[in-house]
């Protein structure tokens, strides 16, 4: 008897698919919609995982954009702890999809908000990327002034992107009552002082995800007609939620809210495509062991299984990846433990700021 089921191929079934399955190599899990060739001029930016994402790229030879290199000379750990490097430019963590509108949005006008200016113990912190001074600076003026510098650099950097990476990381977020921004971090975590008249705790929605990604396709796109986007959603769990439950449904309900709105999202523009980063980590045939004992950390093994998948289906062959990525990075040779430590998370602050 024949039926739809019957000629399937051996990945449409979870027992050859997946329990069967090398979950460091799943065969036909990625099928890129659109190619990406080493010139293509690349853009990173998300949340913390992205911070992997963009590594791995820039170690197997593709053209990932730098729009704020570190100073010359500048040692690579002293570099990271300020911002560079990590990302096309010194934004930080991106966490959320509103967030990003935010910035490119900024970047658009030349605009800086005053009101993202936060004081700490003397010094001034850029609200929206608090992190990349992590002393402060002298004053607001200061801020200000350098932020204005930033947001004239990401113009230049989204009119040289062809192909925008974006990794999904939270629905969960702080906003300010009076003109909507949100935050990377709670105030008060990093600087700044948290006030509940103020601030508003926002936990997004599909339509609000899905909404906020076809806002800033479109920004985008008004700095290159031609730019795509590639979105991941991060497999890393939320630190903490203030959404009044416990986290393990709040980061389930966060992963399954991005990941929705991600696959309508692409299913609905040919220029968009979706890379299943979060479906290799969270493999259950990997067994935990793409995971660190936190729970939270993804391994090395995680990451360069994530990324061998995505540029191997782009056509870059895994030796070619292995034989590139151990030189090129000032991070390749240390153990996995130092390289998750590596990774510039604000949100982690939150367990350590718990009473």
Known sequence: MSHPYSDLPETAFWRSGVAEADPAAPLGLYRPKFPLDREAGI???????AQHVGRALRDAGMTVLDAEPSPPKCPYPVARAYGYGI???????????????QLIEDARAGHVDPDAIWPRAGRFHDALRPTIEPDGFVSAEEVSALRLEHLAALRGLFAATSCFIFTLGLTECWADRQGGRVYP???????????????????????????????????????????????????????????????LTATMRSKAVLRSAADEFAATHPDVDYFPAYEIVTNPAARGRFMHGNLRDVTAAGVQAVMSTFLSAHELAADDLAAQVRPRHPAAGRNAAEVAEDLICEEILLQAMRK
Do not use: K, W
């Not at 990302?87 to 509108?101: D, E, H, K, M, P």
């Open 185 to 247: 971090t709670c105030p008060g975590v990093v600087a700044g002082r948290f006030d509940p008249t103020r601030h508003a705790f926002l936990n997004l929605r599909h339509a609000e995800v899905l909404a906020d990604l076809e806002r800033a396709r479109a920004l985008l796109q008004g700095f290159n007609p031609g730019m795509r986007m590639i979105l991941t959603v991060s497999p890393v769990p939320l630190t903490a939620t203030a959404a009044g439950g416990h986290v």
């Open 87 to 101: 990302y096309s430019a010194r934004y930080g963590n991106i966490y959320t999809v509103r967030q990003l509108v």
């Open 43 to 49: 853009a990173t930016a998300g949340s913390c995982f």
